[in-house]
């Protein structure tokens, strides 16, 4: 896929990844997701790729299009302190990062500013926001 993506990138056609993500959790451990390969491309073509979805601030702010809810208002739960968290708060939102799923230990300290809230898991920023947000 990449020496023919190479090829067409080199020949006009755009570069459009999904998302940047460095890796994401599969059942036997980490992989690597599409954010090294975008890089790559990135670099071999000298080309920037629109990026459609997280981190970019839009992608969180079309969540939020068509309800009464203001970015100030929303809070992201998510295990990817860049992607997930830093995304949303770049959008304006809270973002709370859970020690689950593809969490690494000190993850919380890779953005500015920091996460909103670090839990153990998804139940216990629920109950974050239940509790102290409504």
Do not use: W
């Amino acid at each position: 896929v990449l020496p023919s993506s190479f090829r067409l990138i080199l020949d006009g056609a755009p570069l459009i990844a999904i998302h940047k993500a460095r890796y994401f959790k599969r059942k036997d451990g980490l992989a690597l997701g599409p954010g090294p390969f975008v890089a790559g491309l990135e670099y071999a073509t000298d080309t920037k790729a629109t990026v459609v979805g997280k981190p970019e601030k839009t992608f969180f702010l079309e969540a939020l299009r068509g309800t009464d809810c203001a970015p100030e208002e929303a809070v992201m739960i998510g295990d990817d302190c860049r992607d997930d968290v830093g995304g949303a708060q770049n959008a304006g939102m809270r973002g709370i990062l859970v020690r689950t799923g593809k969490y690494r230990p000190a993850d919380e300290d890779k953005i500015n500013p920091a996460p909103y809230l670090t839990c153990e898991n998804f139940p216990e920023a629920v109950e974050h926001i239940l509790e102290r947000l409504l």
